[in-house]
């Protein structure tokens, strides 16, 4: 059985659009930025590494506090998920929207996840540490297995950014 069977508790409207009242304001303001990102990079749908990139171009204090416990300069970091994911023969202005139409399977995935688990830790809204560790956590997370490829595991990366989290709650 699904956790969103019923419709009106899914992350997507009956049409096809995101529910934006379930997100607050870092999270609406990364996945805005996942969708500029995904055009710039010529993909004609929106994915998991655009999403953690859009989490890097304006972090919230709890995305810093994981970049700074993994010693991690986030403009570069930014920088090199760009490289690694821009499309030369993609489309050159691709239209995105924050719709199911254009978000991979894994995003919808990802979000229906962040949305849980913001309401298993008490919140009515996602932040953008919900989709950072949603994220972190997948099993098919090509971000996890961007930095596995340089020895940093998924539970260590999800480590750190519980830890964040936690900090960033406590300011």
Same mark, same amino acid.
């Given at each position: 059985?699904?956790?969103?069977?019923?419709?009106?508790?899914?992350?997507?409207?009956?049409?096809?659009?995101?529910?934006?009242?379930?997100?607050?304001?870092?999270?609406?303001?990364?996945?805005?930025?996942? &969708? #500029?990102? /995904?055009?710039?990079?010529?993909? =004609? @749908?929106? $994915?998991?590494?655009?999403?953690? +990139?859009? *989490? %890097?171009?304006?972090?919230?204090?709890?995305?810093?506090?994981?970049?700074?416990?993994?010693?991690?300069?986030?403009?570069?970091?930014?920088?090199?998920?760009?490289?690694?994911?821009?499309?030369?023969?993609?489309?050159?202005?691709?239209?995105?929207?924050?719709?199911?139409?254009?978000?991979?399977?894994?995003?919808?995935?990802? &979000? #229906?996840? /962040?949305?849980?688990?913001?309401? =298993? @830790?008490? $919140?009515?809204?996602?932040?953008? +540490?919900? *989709? %950072?560790?949603?994220?972190?956590?997948?099993?098919?997370?090509?971000?996890?297995?961007?930095?596995?490829?340089?020895?940093?595991?998924?539970?260590?990366?999800?480590?750190?950014?519980?830890?964040?989290?936690?900090?960033?709650?406590?300011?």
């Amino acid at each position: 059985m699904d956790m969103f069977e019923d419709a009106k508790d899914d992350v997507f409207l009956p049409a096809g659009p995101l529910r934006m009242d379930l997100f607050g304001e870092s999270a609406v303001a990364a996945l805005t930025e996942s &969708l #500029r990102l /995904a055009r710039e990079t010529h993909w =004609d @749908n929106l $994915r998991s590494p655009h999403v953690f +990139m859009g *989490l %890097l171009v304006s972090p919230d204090a709890g995305v810093r506090n994981w970049g700074e416990r993994l010693q991690a300069d986030l403009p570069d970091l930014l920088e090199k998920f760009q490289e690694l994911f821009h499309q030369e023969r993609g489309e050159r202005e691709p239209f995105l929207v924050l719709h199911r139409e254009f978000l991979s399977d894994n995003v919808i995935r990802l &979000l #229906r996840h /962040a949305v849980a688990r913001a309401r =298993d @830790n008490g $919140r009515r809204l996602v932040t953008s +540490m919900d *989709l %950072l560790i949603c994220l972190l956590t997948s099993t098919q997370s090509i971000v996890a297995e961007c930095f596995e490829r340089i020895g940093l595991t998924a539970a260590r990366l999800t480590e750190l950014a519980v830890i964040a989290e936690h900090s960033a709650d406590g300011m």
